[in-house]
């Protein structure tokens, strides 16, 4: 596609609910990023693949968080059982190799309730 | 670990005149990029402009430069002529150049609210 575009755009989940949020890069990036983005903050690094493997996700905040990339191409993070703190903005981005430069989606607001 | 400050929260700056964004950032690395993104209500990241710690020379795009002092770990972004389109979250982020089979992720700072005057 012409940029990474995810889905939905916003998503209000009740406490406790599981929510996936998707990912689709740019057509033959092989680097994708997950950011969170709490409010009035800057987007904190949740974790990285290239191509289908997950190489790094230090950043994922709990085990209720959870990312996958099978095909290497569209990814989508899992949160489980969501609480009121993981209420964000979750943005995706991808590169076309490693240290290449990312271009980002637009994001997912989460809202949890 | 890298950490990135942005001191000013929010900064305005009248349309046609020059405004000066303010970013610090620490790391032990030698070899590292400098990043300043646009975030417009969007949400969208736009990278307006980068620049490689190697490089002496300061990077500019148009109406936007920067001042990258790397001794003070300094990193400013300057916008001239401002423009109403120009009004957007900016952030200050850091990456490092080589990580082996690292993530390259981005390290941003808290970002400053930019509003343009007319």
């Known amino acids: 596609g012409a940029g990474v575009s995810q889905s939905p755009r916003y998503k209000v989940a009740k406490r406790g609910q599981d929510v996936a949020l998707r990912c689709d890069p740019i057509?033959?990036?092989?680097?994708l990023f997950w950011y969170q983005q709490a409010l009035g903050q800057g987007p904190e690094f949740l974790t990285y693949?290239?191509?289908?493997?997950?190489?790094?996700k230090s950043g994922l905040p709990s085990d209720r968080f959870f990312a996958e990339r099978p095909e290497g191409s569209v990814s989508t993070l899992k949160i489980q059982r969501t609480q009121q703190e993981d209420s964000a903005v979750y943005l995706c981005a991808s590169s076309y190799a490693q240290g290449t430069e990312a271009f980002f989606g637009q994001g997912t607001r989460l809202t949890v309730v | 670990a890298q950490t990135v400050t942005q001191s000013q929260p929010e900064m305005s700056v009248q349309e046609a005149e020059t405004v000066t964004l303010s970013c610090t950032y620490d790391?032990?690395?030698?070899?590292?990029?400098l990043f300043w993104y646009k975030q417009p209500p969007s949400r969208q990241m736009i990278l307006v402009i980068r620049?490689?710690?190697?490089?002496?020379q300061n990077a500019t795009e148009n109406r936007f430069s920067v001042n990258f002092q790397k001794a003070a770990k300094s990193f400013s972004l300057k916008i001239s002529d401002s423009q109403l389109g120009d009004a957007a979250m900016y952030f200050c982020?850091?990456?490092?150049?080589?990580?082996?089979?690292?993530?390259?992720?981005?390290?941003f700072g808290k970002g400053t609210k930019l509003s343009v005057i007319p």
């Open positions: 693949f290239q191509n289908e493997a997950q190489l790094d």
């Open positions: 982020a850091y990456r490092i150049a080589y990580s082996g089979a690292g993530s390259y992720q981005l390290t």
């Open positions: 790391t032990s690395e030698s070899d590292y990029y």
């Open positions: 057509s033959g990036h092989v680097s």
């Open positions: 620049q490689e710690a190697y490089k002496q």
